[in-house]
């Protein structure tokens, strides 16, 4: 599910209130739609996100972070927290 390396960023869009994804692809430089429609329909597989699509038109769809997916980046945050004390450490 991290296997890309955009996965992390677009947790961190969601996680940060960009909950569109229009909004995701103007946000990152090189996101392509492709990649961040396929990363998003994994993190909902996964029941990391919730997705929820308005019945307007224009069509709107927003992501958000499920309980487990707050749980999930409470984990993703510990793991960069490691990281970043051993990059010190070297």
Request: glycine letters at 10%; a positive charge.
């Given at each position: 599910m991290?296997g890309?390396?955009?996965?992390?960023?677009?947790?961190?869009?969601?996680?940060?209130?960009?909950?569109?994804?229009?909004?995701?692809?103007?946000?990152?430089?090189?996101?392509?739609?492709?990649?961040?429609?396929?990363?998003?329909?994994?993190?909902?597989?996964?029941?990391?996100?919730?997705?929820?699509?308005?019945?307007?038109l224009?069509?709107?769809?927003?992501?958000?972070?499920?309980?487990?997916?707050?749980?999930?980046a409470?984990?993703?945050?510990?793991?960069?927290?490691?990281?970043r004390?051993?990059?010190?450490?070297?």
């Amino acid at each position: 599910m991290l296997g890309c390396k955009w996965s992390l960023t677009v947790l961190a869009l969601v996680r940060g209130g960009v909950c569109r994804p229009g909004a995701m692809e103007h946000a990152v430089p090189g996101l392509s739609k492709k990649v961040l429609n396929e990363r998003l329909r994994k993190f909902v597989r996964y029941g990391v996100l919730s997705r929820h699509a308005y019945a307007e038109l224009p069509p709107r769809v927003e992501y958000r972070l499920t309980p487990f997916g707050e749980r999930f980046a409470v984990l993703v945050d510990g793991v960069d927290a490691l990281q970043r004390e051993l990059d010190g450490e070297s």
